[in-house]
């Protein structure tokens, strides 16, 4: 079993929609990563968070502790948003610091 | 300019050969890891060093290793490249355990 799950795998939605992309953790963490990847294949950090909600823009990353569960949102969705949504995070205790990555989340959004 | 570049960006070769992957950042991070992404898989890590003495292996180092000439600079070697390390090769930096990785472009390598 993967220690960093996302959900769904692929995801197309109309330029507008509010969209929802979920990770499941099995492990205990210090920091939750989402992460986006555009098709040329670079990876920018969007947010790291071990608490609580961020905002920046139109995108909100939430997380429960409790649960291990951590949802990213986008709100009015644009086509430019289409990309490899990937959510990762580093351990608890760990003193490497290297992520764990989940297997991504393809959104493609149409005009 | 990119706080994280890596050369080369493509490299096609064939079975056998040598090839290092070079990485450097200008963040001043401590930390550096170099990870590789395959279709299906996600991104798994290769190697990580702490700094120019300290380097570690991670979840898939067989078959490649590593140098940290210096603060800024972390390569990647392939001894002996074989088919199934066709690959998009990742180097990221950062400071600290649990702070912001920043990620190079990626190297596209197809080992023939």
């Known amino acids: 079993k993967n220690e960093v799950e996302q959900s769904p795998q692929n995801l197309t939605a109309q330029e507008g929609e509010f969209i929802t992309i979920n990770c499941s953790y099995s492990v205990g963490i210090s920091a939750l990563h989402w992460l986006q990847q555009h098709p040329g294949g670079g990876i920018v950090s969007l947010f790291m968070?071990?608490?609580g909600k961020k905002k920046h823009g139109r995108l909100i990353a939430t997380i429960n502790i409790q649960e291990k569960h951590s949802s990213l949102h986008i709100t009015a969705s644009h086509p430019r948003d289409s990309a490899v949504y990937i959510c990762a995070v580093t351990l608890r205790g760990g003193s490497q610091g290297n992520l764990i990555f989940g297997k991504g989340t393809k959104l493609s959004v149409k005009p | 300019d990119a706080d994280v570049t890596q050369t080369p960006r493509n490299r096609i070769t064939k079975t056998g050969k040598r090839i290092m992957l070079e990485c450097s950042q200008t963040k001043g991070h401590d930390r550096m890891y170099w990870y590789r992404q395959d279709p299906g898989l996600g991104l798994r890590l290769i190697y990580y060093s702490f700094d120019v003495k300290d380097i570690n292996k991670g979840e898939i180092s067989d078959g490649y290793s590593v140098s940290r000439q210096a603060q800024a600079k972390f390569s990647l070697s392939l001894e002996s490249a074989i088919p199934n390390q066709t690959a998009l090769y990742f180097c990221?930096?950062?400071?600290?355990?649990?702070?912001?990785?920043?990620f190079g472009p990626g190297t596209r390598l197809t080992v023939l």
């Open positions: 990221a930096s950062g400071e600290g355990a649990t702070v912001e990785q920043f």
């Open positions: 968070l071990s608490s």
